[in-house]
């Protein structure tokens, strides 16, 4: 089992440095807090009950559990950048957890008080590290919106609402044959839950309408991605416009490659539309509110950080614009 002497020697601190850090009562630099933090990732070290008793003080650190995805993805770190700006808008610092095993990673903080609360991001409809932080009673808040979200505070974009008012409003303007670009299959795989939420609204969109709507999946293979557009539009009835999640990358080429004069031929909507995903200039697209998600999620964990209840969460709405 690690000793403090053992975290000192990997941080190259004295060993009165990394008490002063776990116990927060001295000004230490940022770059010294995070060599020992990271030394105690490292060991997988866990203070002793009189340490813990010293760490009564906040640590003016906020987790951000972030599950690895395996490859970059700029949407995903521009809500880490306004996460990272939310939480020192309150004086705290943000540790990231990127680790393949969020599981661990959340657990580990939790147990060693490594911060004060935290984040969870990228919220499964079943998310494994819910159950964590409530049975250690670690403060957390959601910025995403799982099926059962075990009286935690959460927050999110209306994916639903959303996309079945895009339905509803292209079925308004004439078009009753309507196709749906979908999550990927990894998000449906993984239980992503805005992709579950998404497609559901635009079926009761349809529904509402009294529209056809045809649905199809995306794909991170820009090979697989056009085969599936291709059979959409392929048969003698295709649909007359196209409602996406966050723009597909690649779709307006697609469409152009097989013919289609995008918007004069085929209107293409885009819901959660990001200035990385802008959507098809002239047409009315739902914006990802991601300033307004990240200021939430962050003043909803510091209100859990305080023992107070959250003044606020749920779905965000916003509506169309051009």
């Known amino acids: 089992m690690a000793t403090i002497a053992d975290v000192a020697r990997l941080a190259g601190v004295a060993p009165s440095t990394v008490s002063y850090v776990l116990s927060n009562r001295r000004s230490i630099s940022p770059q010294t807090r995070e060599a020992v933090q990271q030394a105690i990732r490292e060991l997988d070290y866990q203070p002793h009950v009189g340490a813990r008793a010293l760490r009564g003080a906040?640590?003016?650190?906020?987790?951000?559990?972030?599950?690895?995805?395996?490859?970059?993805n700029p949407l995903r770190w521009r809500f880490v950048h306004d996460l990272s700006a939310a939480a020192r808008e309150h004086e705290y610092d943000l540790l990231l957890l990127t680790g393949e095993d969020s599981v661990a990673d959340v657990r580990r903080v939790a147990r060693g008080r490594?911060?004060?609360?935290?984040?969870?991001?990228?919220?499964l409809s079943d998310d494994p590290r819910i159950p964590v932080v409530r049975e250690l009673g670690f403060p957390t808040a959601l910025l995403g919106c799982p099926e059962d979200p075990g009286g935690l505070p959460w927050c999110d974009f209306d994916f639903g609402g959303s996309a079945a008012q895009a339905v509803r409003m292209l079925a308004g303007a004439g078009h009753h044959r309507i196709g749906f670009v979908a999550s990927t299959d990894t998000e449906f795989r993984e239980g992503v839950s805005y992709a579950r939420r998404g497609l559901a609204g635009a079926r009761l969109g349809a529904r509402d309408a009294g529209a056809q709507l045809t649905v199809i999946?995306?794909?991170?293979?820009?090979?697989?991605?056009?085969?599936?557009?291709?059979r959409l539009l392929d048969v003698d009835d295709p649909p007359?416009?196209?409602v996406t999640v966050h723009d597909v990358p690649g779709l307006v080429e697609i469409l152009r490659e097989l013919?289609?004069?995008?918007?004069a031929d085929l209107p293409v909507v885009a819901v959660a539309s990001t200035r990385e995903r802008p959507g098809v200039p002239g047409l009315p697209r739902w914006e990802l509110p991601v300033?307004?998600?990240?200021?939430t999620a962050v003043r909803l964990a510091m209100a859990a950080i305080a023992g107070q209840p959250g003044d606020g969460g749920g779905?965000?709405?916003t509506g169309p614009t051009e």
């Open 58 to 72: 906040a640590t003016r650190v906020l987790a951000l559990s972030v599950p690895s995805e395996g490859a970059y």
């Open 217 to 230: 999946r995306s794909s991170n293979s820009p090979g697989t991605l056009a085969a599936r557009v291709r």
């Open 315 to 317: 779905l965000i709405a």
């Open 240 to 242: 007359t416009a196209l």
């Open 291 to 295: 300033a307004q998600m990240t200021r």
């Open 259 to 263: 013919g289609y004069g995008v918007p």
């Open 114 to 123: 490594l911060a004060d609360g935290a984040v969870l991001m990228s919220v």
